[in-house]
């Protein structure tokens, strides 16, 4: 049997301590399935003294995590520290630049540095792994570097956010209001006591786009994606969602078009006859369109200590086994740079809710705004009466470029009779 | 760039041809992914003349398979004629003894002889891959070889046979009855004019008995599973399934009991809240329980030209990309021999369809039978009345053990009211 890798692990969060005990548990399967051992030999963290309910007597500390790309005892580093900068960005880059391989879980240090650092890895000769960063347990890299690498890739589509899809399922179930069920959600340690980087969208934006630049061989760009969170849809929405045969949920969707890439984080109203709006609670699902292949779906838990350590594992056994690959499966210099196909341009089906005064003549003029922006109407539901007040008003549209439909949802909320501004969510064909 | 790996074509039916074709069409991206060409170089098949929709000019012929296993031009032989012996065993053992790679799509071969050719693919140091063998697209073999490798698996349940999946997805959504419905599917081409390989199970068991093998590091052993097919599934009990919030899906299952490992193929009820039962029409799909990722899911299409080689080109991939393992994870000498968990052991809630005569007494004849047996009832469901004429009556148990539930129901079966055979389909916890 070859050397033991030897790994050295930054952050003792919840990922890093599920990832220690992990190594430690399955010891001698993980050397079975490898041909050789892999070992721990120092870890780092900021306080030593908390129990984190795993042993950690036999490894090296090290108060300073860069001090774990100098160690002469450590072939792979797993930076599960987090955040996009500052001492994460420092390790992977002093480790790189020592030779010694990284695994990382980190999404938002890929979403903004991604390309930049598989050009290091590769000029180095190390592998930058990152299976953990995208999805949690679920092998989704994996699955476009090598197991769906046969097909070109027609689009990609994601459930990437546990916390919004627990909120929308549970705002579904229960028919509450989104601002009620995320109160539970930061009791229940689902959601952050600040939530905006989950419920504004901007966590599964880090994800999407790695995805898109490993699916479609492009070089990351996170500044050009289309960001929307959940927080304007209301139990509303998700009641007339399920009687027009839809689920609401935060997709994340990455496809080429005539212009370029596009990349786009928004709720989606979902056909309850697709797989994707059967995903629910915290798992998350990425579902791909391969030329070949057709549709692959791929769901499972897409976060906690577990299913991260799990993928973090997986990184480390394709090193144990001397399987390396560039970071986005091409050479980085071959990534291409992509246009970004612009918001505006996007063709798709819409939903729009309106609260309008219950009075003859307003469907008369919004109809008429949608028309003279050529936007076609599917359907009308207008449910209940009360005259003078203000009632809901929902309409589905055809396929119709957004920014006609901008401009045609302008014009209706000038309109005197509709008392608050109109909620648009996009409907998606799957 | 190093040199092509070079491709050799054995069979050219819907998969051969589908590969074929991916190749050439792929030629330019496939070569950036490797960072070499995979180039098909020879061929062969029953009839030359025939046309395939793609251009064969380049490519050596062999009219003999088994030539292509001595062509000094071929690094990997692509087994893509099926059948679990004759020509297609012939072959692989000699492209192996030749040293040269082999890929095949064929589950028979390595449901039989898997083990035992896993053996000589090592001793002769080549790759014996076969991603396309089981559910088609999805990349399955590599989630257990690497993408869920971290884990200990508990549980793997999958629907591996797309025709029983149409067949019975169908018959829930039009209300129609087996036989007519696989008549239809044969018209349509979804089924063979001898369903039987299909809809007795056998094809789901070929696949379940890899899986096992590659999820459980055990030899594969065909012969240690419980097999039922789905022939005797009636529109009735599709009917019941939905009104007791179940759908009926034919899978395979494996887990570790107490007694060793228990693999089985049979129709299952499955909770509508679960992935597994929105899983429809030809579509796949594989679930993975691990003791870190928890559960995971695998859905695609199983089978057809594009799937197919989509999963025999992955292998390819792997295979230009220097990146090889042994074919169930781990050295063929460390697969353990585990004994069968007998059926009779088989602990499980059950649904039970009987068809009795109308008359006071027959279900308390029917409850003393599973009392006596110590098998516990959850419900029962009588609807309609039709005094001395047969009605259903549908039971369900709480856990119970197999043999009892057995004897209990041969008891049942005796009854004078009881005018059919009694009908038992598994509910399984998912």
Not at 244 to 261: D, H, N, P, S, V
Not at 395 to 411: D, I, K, P
Request: with cysteine; net charge neutral; glycine share 10%.
């Amino acid at each position: 049997m070859t050397q033991p890798l030897r790994i050295g692990i930054a952050g003792l969060g919840t990922v890093g301590a599920g990832t220690v005990k992990l190594l430690q548990e399955h010891d001698a399967l993980l050397a079975q399935r490898c041909g050789r051992a892999i070992k721990v030999t120092a870890v780092s963290a900021r306080e030593r003294k908390r129990d984190r309910g795993i042993d950690l007597a036999g490894y090296r500390w090290h108060d300073d995590p860069l001090k774990l790309a100098e160690d002469p005892d450590v072939d792979v580093v797993a930076e599960l520290i987090g955040g996009s900068d500052g001492v994460a960005k420092a390790l992977v880059e002093k480790s790189i630049a020592g030779r010694k391989h990284v695994v990382t879980a980190n999404k938002a240090l890929l979403a903004m540095h991604g390309t930049a650092l598989a050009r290091l890895a590769e000029a180095a000769g190390v592998t930058l792994a990152y299976e953990a960063a995208v999805a949690g347990g679920i092998p989704v890299i994996k699955n476009f570097r090598e197991g769906l690498a046969a097909n070109r890739i027609e689009r990609v589509y994601g459930i990437l956010n546990g916390t919004c899809n627990y909120i929308l399922t549970t705002m579904r179930k229960t028919g509450r209001e989104f601002a009620d069920v995320l109160a539970e959600a930061q009791k229940l340690g689902y959601a952050e006591a600040d939530p905006s980087f989950d419920v504004d969208g901007v966590d599964a934006a880090h994800k999407l786009a790695i995805l898109t630049s490993v699916a479609f061989g492009c070089e990351v760009n996170f500044a050009g994606i289309h960001v929307e969170g959940i927080r304007h849809i209301s139990a509303t929405d998700i009641a007339y969602a399920e009687e027009l045969g839809y689920r609401i949920k935060l997709l994340g969707i990455a496809r080429l078009t005539e212009f370029g890439i596009e990349q786009r984080v928004h709720p989606c109203m979902v056909p309850l006859g697709t797989p994707i709006a059967h995903v629910e609670g915290v798992f998350n699902a990425v579902v791909t369109e391969g030329d070949y292949v057709g549709q692959n779906v791929a769901e499972g838990r897409g976060a906690g200590a577990g299913p991260t350590a799990s993928a973090v594992v997986s990184d480390l056994i394709d090193i144990a086994r001397g399987r390396t690959l560039p970071a986005f499966s091409i050479p980085a210099a071959q990534l291409q740079k992509l246009p970004v196909s612009p918001m505006e341009r996007h063709r798709g089906a819409y939903y729009i809710r309106l609260m309008v005064v219950d009075r003859p003549g307003v469907i008369a003029d919004v109809t008429a705004a949608l028309r003279d922006e050529e936007v076609s109407l599917e359907a009308m539901l207008q449910r209940g009466r009360a005259p003078d007040e203000a009632v809901p008003v929902v309409l589905t549209t055809h396929n119709a470029v957004e920014a006609s439909m901008r401009r045609a949802l302008a014009r209706i909320e000038n309109l005197k009779t509709v008392v608050e501004p109109p909620r648009l969510i996009r409907v998606e064909t799957l």
